[in-house]
């Protein structure tokens, strides 16, 4: 079994600025892709940001310039710093990786989410 948790949201202003984190851990020979999503409240999921295991990355048209994502191997971890944000960036957000198990499985897996809130 593998396990996303993520860790970094909160309530925060306008302009202001949070880090995001989610560390991977269980049965995992390697982690694959990573990546971000966000869903608003009576909407759908979207992406935010994903990284390759490359660190190649593709960010969301509308928080590009503002959010970057990021990750460290060693650590199976992936970060997404926000800054500049904004009351429309209000969600939940879900990290989200591709993980190769240690019997050679490959699955994805969503975190639970954390609730990041902008206020105006």
């Known amino acids: 079994q593998v396990q996303l948790v993520e860790s970094g949201g909160g309530l925060v202003q306008a302009g202001g600025s949070l880090r995001l984190s989610c560390a991977a851990s269980g049965s995992i020979f390697r982690v694959n892709a990573m990546g971000w999503y966000r869903q608003a409240p009576g909407k759908q999921r979207d992406l935010v940001a994903t990284i390759t295991e490359s660190s190649s990355t593709n960010v969301a048209d509308s928080v590009k310039g503002r959010f970057t994502i990021s990750r460290d191997k060693s650590k199976n971890t992936v970060y997404l710093q926000m800054n500049s944000l904004k009351p429309g960036d209000t969600a939940v957000y879900y990290c989200?990786?591709?993980?190769?198990?240690?019997?050679?499985?490959?699955?994805?897996?969503w975190g639970k989410g954390t609730l990041v809130t902008v206020s105006s």
């Open positions: 989200n990786a591709g993980v190769t198990t240690r019997d050679f499985r490959r699955l994805n897996y």
